[in-house]
């Protein structure tokens, strides 16, 4: 592409994307500011032709975005801030805590299977869009022996098992809390070769504010500080996940924490100043005023004031609270001035309440979850709220992870593109009263290992068997026929062993 042409579109894709914005910001200079960034957008362009750097529309959006959008707040602060705030740490923790907790597995077709077939299971099973479909569909494949699920492998052991400081845990706990915090986290991967192929084993997510160039056309790789150290590293071996904000999706991210900021500086203001209370501040919460109060007698000596807050002292009331005696002269009678403040009047304890809520709400969280049942919870109320946290907050979560390892990780491994499955552990439990309904329709249909599972009863070992009417009978998918008893006993009847 020739350098006019470049330009050219450079120019179609600046007006296209920053008009509206520069007339908006600049008050009818958009003119100059479009011809300055247009030079400054060519010169880099001419830049990244002399590095043999092919400036196509993503470099460009990649070069805009690293040059014009800074983030507004220090990545730094709102990492702590977790530790800080106890309500967002409250919170976050147990919507990190049940992302964590979801074990990954790998399938792949059964290798009796033609190449054809293969790959059509596979593309057949990604291209199902329900998670709860997916999930079906897996168990009625693997069960049928179509699918396999592999328990050995290099990405199952990255995911699974983390590394040599975290354990498998703590490294998606880690992901989903800066996805949330920051709306960003970058992964870096340990790549070793492996059977004659560069694969990554490791995986250390690192926090966002340790990363102080992203690749440019100049300059294409990451470079991270840390306490003095600084390294860098080429882009393959960092996976930069990412929630895109609308404002710029090729720019640096938002996290969903980042919205809370004036709830958060609001509730952390609050509790500082109750907290505050406890403490003298330079000023007297008591004031008690009266004539014959002094604070020096006619001879010089002390005045009485100073026996009363000697008095007040030996009883244990110094500090906090101690009150001021003051001489106001005239015939003004003794009386008693609180200078204090009353939280209810205040609307202190509201006021908290308020931002705890707004936090639970902005996650998406249930306030049963957080022991709130204060709004008329029940026992129903109680039993729901898990599943609605984990189908609503908790299942997003885990197909986002699920679309960054298929795009970032998957391919990096050989055949595992075109031939693995990669899935989570379903974080939505079944329905255990609709179950229920369903099976007293028909009781017969579920099997006495069944009824057990959904009674929360323990396995029993040996034969697994239909109820009819309180009688054992066959499994449903037993063809033998029944053996017929002695006369006079009741029929024994043919099972098979559970599964």
Same mark, same amino acid.
């Given at each position: 592409?020739?350098?006019?042409?470049?330009?050219?579109?450079?120019?179609?894709?600046?007006?296209?994307?920053?008009?509206?914005?520069?007339?908006?910001?600049?008050?009818?200079?958009?003119?100059?500011?479009?011809?300055?960034?247009?030079?400054?957008?060519?010169?880099?362009?001419?830049?990244?032709?002399?590095?043999?750097?092919?400036?196509?529309?993503?470099?460009?959006?990649?070069?805009?975005?690293?040059?014009?959008?800074?983030?507004?707040?220090?990545?730094?602060?709102?990492?702590?801030?977790?530790?800080?705030?106890?309500?967002?740490?409250?919170?976050?923790?147990?919507?990190?805590?049940?992302?964590?907790?979801?074990?990954?597995?790998?399938?792949?077709?059964?290798?009796?299977?033609?190449?054809?077939?293969?790959?059509?299971?596979?593309?057949?099973?990604?291209?199902?869009?329900?998670?709860?479909?997916?999930?079906?569909?897996?168990?009625?494949?693997?069960?049928?022996?179509?699918?396999?699920?592999?328990?050995?492998?290099?990405?199952?052991?990255?995911?699974?098992?983390?590394?040599?400081?975290?354990?498998?845990?703590?490294?998606?706990?880690?992901?989903?809390?800066?996805?949330?915090?920051?709306?960003?986290?970058?992964?870096?991967?340990?790549?070793?070769?492996?059977?004659?192929?560069?694969?990554?084993?490791?995986?250390?997510?690192?926090?966002?504010?340790?990363?102080?160039?992203?690749?440019? $056309?100049?300059?294409?790789?990451?470079?991270?500080?840390?306490?003095?150290?600084?390294?860098?590293?080429?882009?393959?071996?960092?996976?930069?996940?990412?929630?895109?904000?609308?404002?710029?999706?090729?720019?640096?991210?938002?996290?969903?924490?980042?919205?809370?900021?004036?709830?958060?500086?609001?509730?952390?203001?609050?509790?500082?100043?109750?907290?505050?209370?406890?403490?003298?501040?330079?000023?007297?919460?008591?004031?008690?005023?009266?004539?014959?109060?002094?604070?020096?007698?006619?001879?010089?000596?002390?005045?009485?004031?100073?026996?009363?807050?000697?008095?007040?002292?030996?009883?244990?009331?110094?500090?906090?609270?101690?009150?001021?005696?003051?001489?106001?002269?005239?015939?003004?009678? $003794?009386?008693?001035?609180?200078?204090?403040?009353?939280?209810?009047?205040?609307?202190?304890?509201?006021?908290?309440?308020?931002?705890?809520?707004?936090?639970?709400?902005?996650?998406?969280?249930?306030?049963?979850?957080?022991?709130?049942?204060?709004?008329?919870?029940?026992?129903?109320?109680?039993?729901?709220?898990?599943?609605?946290?984990?189908?609503?907050?908790?299942?997003?979560?885990?197909?986002?992870?699920?679309?960054?390892?298929?795009?970032?990780?998957?391919?990096?491994?050989?055949?595992?593109?075109?031939?693995?499955?990669?899935?989570?552990?379903?974080?939505?439990?079944?329905?255990?009263?609709?179950?229920?309904?369903?099976?007293?329709?028909?009781?017969?249909?579920?099997?006495?290992?069944?009824?057990?599972?959904?009674?929360?009863?323990?396995?029993?070992?040996?034969?697994?068997?239909?109820?009819?009417?309180?009688?054992?009978?066959?499994?449903?998918?037993?063809?033998?026929?029944?053996?017929?008893?002695?006369?006079?006993?009741?029929?024994?009847?043919?099972?098979?062993?559970?599964?």
């Amino acid at each position: 592409m020739s350098e006019a042409n470049f330009i050219d579109r450079l120019r179609g894709l600046f007006t296209a994307s920053a008009a509206v914005q520069l007339d908006g910001d600049y008050s009818g200079d958009a003119a100059a500011m479009e011809a300055e960034v247009h030079d400054a957008l060519a010169a880099a362009a001419l830049g990244a032709a002399d590095m043999g750097v092919d400036p196509g529309p993503h470099g460009f959006l990649e070069l805009l975005a690293h040059r014009l959008n800074v983030p507004e707040r220090s990545l730094k602060e709102w990492e702590a801030a977790f530790d800080e705030v106890p309500t967002l740490r409250s919170v976050l923790g147990r919507k990190s805590d049940r992302v964590a907790r979801r074990r990954w597995s790998l399938h792949r077709p059964a290798r009796n299977l033609k190449a054809h077939r293969r790959r059509g299971l596979v593309a057949e099973v990604r291209a199902i869009e329900e998670p709860e479909h997916r999930f079906s569909a897996l168990d009625d494949l693997t069960h049928t022996g179509e699918l396999v699920e592999i328990t050995e492998h290099p990405l199952l052991t990255l995911i699974n098992k983390g590394n040599s400081y975290l354990t498998g845990f703590w490294v998606r706990w880690c992901i989903s809390t800066y996805l949330d915090l920051t709306g960003e986290v970058p992964v870096l991967l340990d790549i070793r070769r492996v059977h004659g192929h560069d694969i990554p084993v490791q995986a250390f997510p690192v926090p966002p504010s340790w990363c102080a160039e992203k690749p440019t $056309p100049q300059r294409p790789f990451y470079v991270f500080y840390f306490n003095g150290y600084r390294m860098e590293l080429p882009p393959d071996h960092v996976m930069w996940m990412r929630i895109p904000s609308p404002a710029n999706p090729y720019g640096r991210s938002r996290g969903l924490a980042m919205t809370l900021a004036d709830e958060i500086d609001a509730d952390e203001s609050a509790a500082k100043f109750i907290a505050s209370h406890f403490y003298q501040r330079g000023r007297p919460d008591v004031l008690i005023v009266g004539p014959g109060l002094t604070k020096t007698g006619p001879d010089g000596r002390a005045g009485n004031t100073d026996e009363l807050e000697r008095k007040w002292a030996r009883q244990g009331r110094k500090g906090p609270g101690t009150p001021l005696f003051l001489n106001v002269g005239g015939e003004i009678k $003794p009386s008693v001035h609180n200078l204090g403040h009353n939280m209810e009047q205040m609307q202190m304890p509201s006021l908290r309440r308020m931002g705890r809520d707004q936090v639970r709400q902005t996650f998406g969280m249930p306030p049963e979850l957080m022991g709130v049942l204060d709004n008329g919870s029940n026992r129903s109320t109680v039993d729901a709220a898990g599943a609605i946290f984990d189908e609503w907050a908790i299942l997003p979560r885990l197909v986002q992870l699920q679309e960054e390892f298929d795009a970032r990780l998957l391919p990096r491994y050989p055949g595992g593109a075109a031939l693995g499955i990669l899935t989570f552990g379903n974080p939505v439990s079944a329905d255990k009263e609709f179950q229920l309904k369903a099976m007293r329709a028909q009781p017969t249909a579920p099997t006495q290992a069944e009824w057990r599972n959904l009674q929360r009863l323990p396995k029993r070992r040996g034969t697994d068997v239909h109820m009819v009417k309180g009688v054992p009978a066959p499994r449903l998918d037993q063809h033998q026929p029944p053996s017929q008893g002695q006369a006079g006993t009741p029929k024994q009847h043919t099972t098979t062993e559970a599964a």
